[in-house]
């Protein structure tokens, strides 16, 4: 069981927009903004697309967006593309012991 | 740019110790902590645990008791060894880039498939 939660799936045609929720607890997406986005496509590493909640790599589309509400972070895909279809992870440093924690991930299909 | 690369065998029997390498190019081995995730077949991640070029490490306490990372500052390379392994433990290991400031994983190798079977 991950220690983040997410939706194991969502879907949205293309050029709609789709959220991803990400459930923590305060110690770790409430209490730090050290959440991170990785997208990973079938066979391969994941990447990282968003980081310290809202921020985007350079080479990452302004079409992904972060954020955050109390526990609950977010990643929002405006304009879906087929090559959004992907899986979806989120993860957050905790001050637990399990310094480093992700979510189970989130399967994206473009209809 | 950043490279990381996985190497080590793809099948360990159970009980036996699994082995892996890292190695880093294009950046110094002081810049990140280096990390461990696995991803068993159709599932989530999950970390393993991280090391700094000094030898400070830290586990996942659901492994801490199997688990060591290793760091070999001359060669440009960590290592992960997993313990007493069981088919549980089948898995595509990561090696990461891990930013200590900014707590996110900046670059990945591309995996390697670990099968624990006899």
């Known amino acids: 069981q991950s220690a983040l939660t997410q939706p194991a799936s969502v879907s949205g045609s293309p050029g709609q927009s789709i959220t991803i929720s990400c459930t923590g607890s305060s110690s770790d997406v409430g209490g730090y903004n050290h959440v991170s986005w990785y997208q990973q496509h079938p066979g391969k590493a994941p990447k990282l697309i968003i980081y310290d909640v809202s921020n985007r790599p350079s080479w990452v589309s302004n079409r992904f967006s972060g954020s955050k509400s109390a526990n609950t972070a977010s990643l929002t895909i405006s304009g879906l593309q087929a090559e959004d279809e992907a899986d979806y992870y989120c993860n957050s440093y905790s001050s637990s012991s399990t310094l480093v924690v992700f979510g189970g991930g989130t399967k994206l299909t473009v209809l | 740019q950043v490279q990381l690369q996985e190497s080590g065998p793809g099948l360990v029997k159970p009980s036996e110790t699994l082995s892996l390498t890292c190695t880093v190019s294009g950046t110094s081995i002081s810049t990140y902590y280096w990390s461990w995730i696995r991803q068993p077949p159709g599932k989530g991640l999950e970390w393993i645990g991280y090391i700094y070029y000094s030898g400070s490490s830290n586990y996942n306490p659901s492994l801490k008791s199997r688990v060591t990372i290793s760091v070999d500052t001359s060669k440009n390379q960590f290592s992960l060894k997993l313990s007493s392994v069981t088919a549980a433990d089948t898995a595509v290991y990561y090696c990461?880039?891990?930013?200590?400031?900014?707590?996110?994983?900046?670059?990945w190798g591309q995996g390697t498939l670990v099968t624990v079977s006899s």
């Open positions: 990461s880039a891990y930013s200590g400031s900014r707590r996110l994983h900046d670059y």
